[in-house]
């Protein structure tokens, strides 16, 4: 069978990582965005905005995918807001395919915001149960989450393909521009406590800082979107997704610290806003670009602070069972320090930042 994918938000931390898999793995793919000029040569792009069904129509005239992947969001002031807005980009994209009916699969990726709740009731109330597993309850609680899946469903009954939900925890991967990037914003932050003297602290809760957590590598939710795709064992379900290690932040600091040749500052005990401390930083940034020739010289399109401070900040335990997905058949690994080096490494090549041994 003759794959044919359609990445939604093809440019974003997930969607430019699965993309490029599935053209590795010799599939056809199309790359739909508002903004495509930085596609590589391999994804077929597809502009279009997913919130106006108009344009979207136009842009997806004479497409006939086999699989569609959900891969962006958008953010709004209220999480009311945020309800409509992201389970409308789906319905508009399955109103807007000329044959909905020819799906064989669609897959969503989410987050463990399924778990802590939206934003702006981020871990509120009782500390959720850890490990946290798929089985776990809907919150009482808004959340776009659960009107993404929703809808994902209904078009499933309606257009008879298979469906799964992949729910990373924060994800660690290249893609400039992205509003939830903590290793790039890491990367932005280690370089100026390099070049101009601000200590490299910790911003994040006493709890992050001493309690055991994950991430995911962004390669790693590309191969377990793909086994989800392919696999009969991964029809209908939902799968967390995370490395498969646990580690303390307490002990990776020092290590992203080493890369850049830099010193971790002594933990103050409190969380301290990283959005803060980057506040007033666009010339130090903007000089030190300049200094090294890099390829960005504007600091918030490279750093999202505002996100990996909702991510560090929180005050409950984050750690996720990936059980399910290993007694399915997805036994996928990736060593939580390979997944900042590797970016690292990537960022400096790709010239974002100076290399680690400027």
Request: a neutral charge; hydrophobic letters at 40%; aromatic letters at 12%.
């Amino acid at each position: 069978m003759s794959h044919r994918a359609l990445v939604v938000g093809a440019t974003g931390i997930v969607g430019q990582n699965l993309a490029n898999r599935l053209v590795a793995e010799g599939w056809s793919v199309y790359g739909l965005a508002r903004r495509v000029e930085n596609l590589p040569g391999t994804i077929i792009p597809v502009t279009g905005d997913a919130l106006d069904p108009s344009s979207l129509r136009q842009a997806l005239a004479g497409l006939e995918p086999t699989h569609v992947f959900f891969t962006t969001w958008t953010r709004r002031a209220t999480e009311k807001e945020n309800c409509v807005a992201n389970s409308t980009m789906i319905r508009n994209v399955f109103e807007a395919l000329p044959k909905p009916q020819s799906l064989v699969h669609g897959s969503l990726v989410t987050g463990l915001k399924h778990y802590l709740g939206p934003f702006e009731a981020y871990a509120q109330g009782a500390p959720p149960q850890t490990p946290f597993r798929e089985v776990m309850p809907r919150l009482d609680l808004e959340n776009f989450y659960y009107n993404q899946e929703d809808v994902l469903f209904e078009a499933a009954r309606r257009f008879g393909f298979s469906w799964t939900v992949h729910r990373p925890h924060t994800v660690i991967g290249y893609a400039i521009g992205n509003l939830m990037n903590m290793g790039t914003t890491l990367a932005v932050y280690a370089t100026l406590c390099r070049e101009t003297g601000l200590p490299f602290v910790f911003p994040g809760s006493p709890m992050q800082w001493n309690g055991l957590t994950d991430v995911t590598d962004a390669r790693q939710l590309a191969s377990q979107i793909l086994w989800a795709a392919s696999s009969p064992a991964g029809r209908n379900e939902a799968f967390n997704v995370v490395n498969g290690d646990v580690f303390r932040w307490n002990w990776l600091w020092p290590e992203l610290a080493a890369w850049f040749g830099i010193e971790a500052a002594a933990y103050p005990g409190h969380a301290t806003s990283l959005e803060r401390m980057l506040s007033g930083k666009e010339a130090d940034w903007t000089a030190i670009s300049e200094k090294y020739g890099l390829r960005e010289k504007t600091l918030h399109r490279l750093a999202s602070a505002w996100h990996t401070d909702a991510d560090l900040g929180r005050p409950v335990e984050c750690v996720t069972d990936m059980s399910k997905s290993r007694k399915f058949g997805f036994t996928g690994y990736r060593y939580t320090p390979d997944s900042f080096f590797d970016l690292f490494e990537r960022l400096s090549a790709e010239g974002y930042i100076p290399g680690r041994n400027r």
